[in-house]
């Protein structure tokens, strides 16, 4: 059975960091490649950034990018996101996920997602 289970998710305030991971299971992790998304309250769940299976490759939403940072650890079938610098607009439910290419995963046609983990960023 797939899972995909996100921790790290917290209140922080604007400024702070968190580090959100992302563990899998039920299938050959480092076969993926691995993103995360956000869902704001009232909104679409948007793409954030994704790595591909080898983590040589990393591509951001323009939202983030210089702010966030993804990471994998194949070994330990784990992915991370690193937020620094975080806002308001930060705040939202943070899903990670899994997909055959970076591309495929950048427009959510995914395979796997976890549950999510809340975000909320005080000003």
């Known amino acids: 059975q797939v899972q995909l289970v996100e921790f790290g998710g917290g209140l922080v305030q604007a400024g702070g960091s968190l580090r959100l991971s992302c563990v899998a299971s039920g299938y050959t992790f480092s076969n993926y490649a691995m993103g995360w998304f956000r869902q704001a309250p009232g909104k679409e769940r948007d793409f954030v950034a994704v790595i591909d299976w080898s983590g040589t490759n990393t591509y951001y939403a323009d939202s983030v990018k210089g702010r966030f940072t993804i990471s994998r650890d194949n070994a330990k079938n784990t992915v991370y996101l690193e937020l620094n610098s975080l806002k308001p607009e930060d705040t939202a439910v943070y899903y990670c996920?899994?997909?055959?290419?970076?591309?495929?995963?950048?427009?959510?046609?995914?395979?796997?997602w976890g549950q999510g983990t809340q975000v909320t960023v005080s000003s």
């Open positions: 996920a899994a997909g055959d290419t970076t591309v495929v995963v950048t427009t959510g046609m995914v395979d796997y």
